[in-house]
């Protein structure tokens, strides 16, 4: 591929897809308060994690902390497109948000998981 192609497509795309990562990160950090626990709590559990313990499992305990925010960001999509589609209550609507909620907390017991393991090896 020519280099200027190149940079007018992919460096291009990338720098737009950044931008709406923010967005999105910005926009749920503003409407939703479990993503916004979850982001404080991201110094703590850096300082926890690298004081505590070496800097492999403090890499994967970041790593792991980083998936719950993925999930509350997933969780927050499908709440938001469901309220959409759908404002009233409804059984499907409703096992669909939940179904994020659950991913939410499974992720959250995996990281207490991790956090058991190292402290306990």
Not at 50 to 69: E, H, K, N, Q, R
Request: hydrophobic content about 55%.
């Amino acid at each position: 591929m020519p280099i200027k192609k190149f940079i007018e497509t992919d460096v291009a795309h990338f720098f737009q897809a950044s931008g709406y990562t923010m967005q999105g990160l910005i926009a749920t950090y503003r409407s939703e308060i479990a993503f916004r626990q979850e982001v404080v709590l991201i110094p703590v559990i850096l300082l926890v994690a690298w004081f505590f313990f070496g800097f492999p499992s403090a890499l994967l305990l970041t790593g792991m902390w980083l998936i719950v925010c993925a999930f509350e960001l997933c969780n927050s999509a499908i709440e938001n497109i469901a309220d959409l589609v759908m404002p009233e209550n409804n059984d499907f609507i409703k096992r669909a948000k939940d179904a994020g909620s659950a991913a939410v907390g499974v992720a959250i017991v995996a990281n207490v998981l991790a956090w058991l393991y190292m402290m306990y090896q």
